[in-house]
């Protein structure tokens, strides 16, 4: 029997070898990930720069680059050539040291002093100016620079426009209200550590960047920078690109990275950064009195936030970045050319919707009726973002605002002839009626026929906002079927309404809710943890000995230490002594 001769492996069986090593290679590389416990730190903008060089253009000289600055010669845009503005009996001075810029003002004690200007605040349409005093406060001055008319002028607090702040006044410049640690910082700066100490009542203030940058909004970008700057072919199995991924996410999950600086809301826990759930770290405001008018309008400075969960736009997945762009902060069409990318031109675009013709450009453009401006800080025009119909008819009837009305006038075109021509124009059924105002407004005024009312808002499906803001109002009410109706809501899909039905139960002291509350100590989210722990904290003896006593000792813990957040205010060391 003769033996074969040696034959060498084939090209085929080769290149078969070398695709089965580079696709064990390839599974290899893509199984090799982040370690679960690896926490992302930050970075800084440089390194995102050089792979991201066209947002970082886009980004240069926005209002988040210009957020906050020092006090240099190309940041100061206001007069510091011995420029004097006097108000009330007090002048203030505005002046020049060499590179230095000063400010001689009253001071806490009630005297004259001078102050080194050492931040800028923001760029347009004003900008304000910050110094340093003891206990490493940073207060913003009220006197401040107008942009557009190049001129001083004076930022007052909305309930005190023609008051003289005493020196001991919270609103005076050097009080809380106008200190940058706890008040403004923590949306102007990125990676903010407000670093307040009670004993001493001094602050130690640190930021990563002066300003809002990158990681403000995506998030620590230390994992992602490794994972770029790697060889290999994948990025993270688990984590993706380890950033808070906002380019393809839902609107609600891109809304929560621009909420915590874009709504009225209170922190309720530290750490939070983007990617992070909202309701675990702020309580938004409600659609309340002194806040927002009764059919929702914008009343006071609250952003943008509330508006926008109001609007049909939010619930048809519209996204802030549909409109704007994320990096220069800048519209993506002028004009109504914004509004055309989902809403035909040949339909809304015209006389036949907007019945303008020949009224001038200003009078066509879809935002100045569906979007109404108002004017905060005096002279920063902000517009509503609940892209409401206009109603002049709720004008007449509760006293609200209408967009028809911010332009005519005269007396005889008063809220009820706006009325009629809307009638007249689109005839008597309204696409957003029936209203929820005409039920809030009875709430809040406590009358017979609101319980009835707030009950017809909770069976529709209006948005959550304007569901929680009903049982809040339900929680005012000194009735069997408000309190009824609270209980009810505890159960609510949304934390927003399950957090306020619990608060709003523990205003009228409901005890048969104590041990059903027990059970939300268990919720998802802390916003609704928190409601139910500070509802139960006078309530604990109730839990003792039962299955709650534990998670309610959790719950508490996690709760004292979401209230160090604002250690330095008042109520929280009232509500810290109660506990």
Same mark, same amino acid.
């Given at each position: 029997m003769t033996t074969p001769p040696n034959r060498r492996p084939g090209k085929?069986?080769?290149?078969a070898g070398l695709l089965a090593l580079f696709g064990l290679g390839c599974l290899a590389d893509w199984y090799v990930a982040i370690p679960e416990e690896a926490v992302a730190g930050y970075v800084g903008r440089e390194r995102c720069i050089s792979c991201h060089q066209q947002e970082a253009s886009d980004w240069a000289g926005s209002h988040h680059d210009r957020a906050m600055e020092l006090a240099t010669d190309?940041?100061?845009?206001? #007069?510091? $050539?011995?420029?004097?503005?006097?108000?009330?009996?007090?002048?203030?001075?505005?002046?020049?040291?060499?590179?230095?810029?000063?400010?001689?003002?009253?001071?806490?004690?009630?005297?004259? &002093?001078?102050?080194?200007?050492?931040?800028?605040f923001g760029v347009d349409p004003l900008q304000q100016y910050m110094v340093e005093l003891e206990g490493g406060r940073v207060q913003v001055l009220r006197v401040s620079w107008d942009t557009v008319r190049n001129e001083w002028f004076y930022v007052p607090p909305p309930d005190a426009v023609d008051e003289r702040l005493e020196p001991d006044d919270p609103l005076h410049w050097t009080g809380l209200a106008q200190n940058w640690n706890t008040m403004c910082a923590e949306c102007h700066s990125t990676n903010l550590q407000k670093n307040f100490t009670l004993a001493s009542n001094t602050y130690d203030t640190t930021y990563s960047e002066i300003d809002v940058s990158c990681e403000a909004c995506h998030g620590p970008g230390s994992l992602h920078a490794e994972l770029a700057e790697s060889r290999s072919l994948f990025w993270d199995r688990r984590r993706g690109y380890a950033l808070s991924g906002l380019k393809n996410a839902s609107n609600r999950k891109q809304l929560e990275a621009c909420a915590p600086c874009h709504s009225r809301r209170t922190a309720i826990?530290?750490?939070? &950064?983007?990617?992070?759930?909202?309701?675990?770290?702020?309580?938004?405001?409600?659609?309340?009195?002194?806040?927002?008018?009764?059919?929702?309008?914008?009343? #006071?400075?609250?952003?943008?936030?509330?508006?926008f969960l109001q609007s049909k736009?939010?619930?048809?997945?519209?996204?802030?970045?549909?409109?704007?762009?994320?990096?220069?902060?800048?519209?993506?069409?002028?004009?109504?050319?914004?509004?055309?990318?989902? &809403?035909?031109?040949?339909?809304?675009?015209?006389?036949?919707?907007?019945?303008?013709?020949?009224?001038?450009?200003?009078?066509?453009?879809?935002?100045?009726?569906?979007?109404?401006?108002?004017?905060?800080?005096?002279?920063?025009?902000?517009?509503?973002?609940?892209?409401?119909?206009?109603?002049?008819?709720?004008?007449?009837?509760?006293?609200?605002?209408?967009?028809?009305? $911010?332009?005519?006038?005269?007396?005889?075109?008063?809220?009820?002839?706006?009325?009629?021509?809307?009638?007249?124009?689109y005839g008597d059924k309204r696409p957003d009626d029936p209203h929820y105002a005409p039920a809030l407004a009875a709430g809040w005024e406590g009358k017979p026929e609101a319980v009835e009312m707030l009950r017809e808002v909770l069976r529709r499906d209006y948005p959550e906002i304007v569901h929680a803001t009903a049982v809040r109002a339900l929680g005012r009410i000194a009735d069997a079927e408000a309190q009824k109706l609270c209980r009810e809501a505890v159960d609510e899909r949304s934390p927003l309404v399950r957090a306020t039905a619990l608060r709003a139960a523990a205003e009228r002291s409901i005890d048969e809710m104590a041990l059903e509350s027990a059970w939300h100590l268990r919720d998802s989210a802390r916003l609704v943890r928190f409601a139910a722990a500070s509802r139960l904290v006078e309530r604990a003896p109730q839990l003792q000995g039962t299955e709650h006593e534990p998670i309610l000792q959790e719950a508490l813990e996690e709760y004292q230490t979401g209230q160090e957040v604002i250690l330095d205010r008042a109520g929280t060391n009232m509500q810290r002594a109660a506990l």
């Open positions: 085929a069986a080769v290149f190309d940041t100061v845009l206001g #007069d510091f $050539d011995n420029a004097e503005f006097t108000r009330l009996g007090v002048t203030t001075r505005f002046y020049r040291k060499g590179a230095e810029y000063w400010v001689r003002t009253e001071g806490p004690d009630g005297e004259m &002093h001078d102050y080194r200007v050492d931040y800028t826990h530290g750490d939070w &950064h983007a990617g992070n759930r909202f309701f675990d770290h702020f309580a938004p405001s409600l659609l309340e009195p002194g806040l927002y008018h009764a059919d929702g309008q914008i009343l #006071d400075e609250v952003y943008v936030y509330g508006s736009m939010y619930h048809e997945n519209v996204k802030c970045t549909d409109c704007h762009n994320p990096h220069s902060l800048k519209l993506k069409f002028e004009g109504n050319q914004l509004c055309a990318q989902c &809403h035909q031109p040949g339909k809304y675009d015209g006389a036949g919707h907007h019945h303008h013709a020949g009224a001038g450009e200003a009078a066509q453009q879809c935002v100045n009726c569906h979007m109404p401006e108002r004017h905060y800080m005096v002279v920063d025009g902000r517009r509503d973002h609940s892209f409401r119909v206009p109603r002049p008819d709720l004008s007449v009837e509760l006293g609200t605002p209408n967009a028809c009305n $911010d332009c005519h006038t005269k007396p005889e075109e008063d809220a009820a002839w706006a009325a009629e021509a809307v009638r007249e124009w």
